[in-house]
């Protein structure tokens, strides 16, 4: 029937228009990994990857009988793919720290091959030009406070599968949490009660080889991280930008996240560094050490401040002041 329209068409359900989009949430990126190989049919392939990231992604492709080829980061991020890549069934590619790359953007707009877009510290899918196959996931648990969530987008269909529950880790955390938030606003407890439990719950995840759900719980906080995005995204864009301030300009990767994470500091005496920083009661990490599979420039030398909206001006502050202090 025609409908001879005068004015909007107004009540009923609510339409939406086919995307061309497939979805799914998990517990992890590893999960997220997991099912996003399987779905596009990677087992036993050769995928390109780079050489700087963490090792759990090497260990799932292995996982898959995946053949890895490397290729080289730079120090600013940017990279440069093989002229040939007659082998290579799969680029992975990852938008570190949320930071897009000249070569990342390039590989979203021309790459001939599918592919994998791990956005581990991000919340988007970035705009993918490429008429390719490919499938991105994050990880949402590294960058809040939920212990067990991330997402999947992909414009394959995501194999049906039996997600598993592991409620155990997703219990730990929170229980770690928990214990960390008492020592923190009321002193109550010890620092290595929450840090035990914390290494307990990790360790139980890195022993799961499988794809499982995330808890409730995680779904509901995942929720009501999506409704103060604007406001944390606002602090977190501030504290970048005094960081980015206080430091010397060859102490940091200058990324531009939409929504930033952490600011990347490339320090020549990092771990003299972040031994002084623990004096203080300042623990940064290391994204990522080498893998057991390949060497980069980064690992060595790169140490991760946090930006999220626990921290203040102040604390920004004196936090990189006392990095300044400690590289002299
Ligand atoms: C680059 C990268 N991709 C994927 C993952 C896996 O995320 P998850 O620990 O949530 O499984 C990590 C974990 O640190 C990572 O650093």
Redesign the pocket.
Known sequence: MIFQQQTKLIGGEQELADDGRFYGVTN??????RWLIQSMELKGKTVLVPDF??Q??IDVLLEFDIKIHFYAVGDDFDFVLPNSLEDIDVIYI?KYFGHESKSFKLALKMSTRPLII?D?FGTDVPNIEAPILWGY?N?L??ITAISDF?QIVANVPLVEIDRKSLSVFSSLKYQAKRVKSEFINTCIGEQIEYLAVFEQAENM?NSHEGIFKPEDKSVVLAGQFQRNYIDSQSIRQKNLKIAKECLNSSQYIDICPEFPSFLPLILHQRDKVRRGLMDHGVFLAV??PETIQSENGLSCKILSLPLDPRYSDRDIKWVCALIKKLEQ
């Open positions: 992890s990126g590893r999960s997220s990994l990231v963490c759990i992604v990852v791990d581990v996931f990880s648990r590294k991330s995840l994204h990522w």
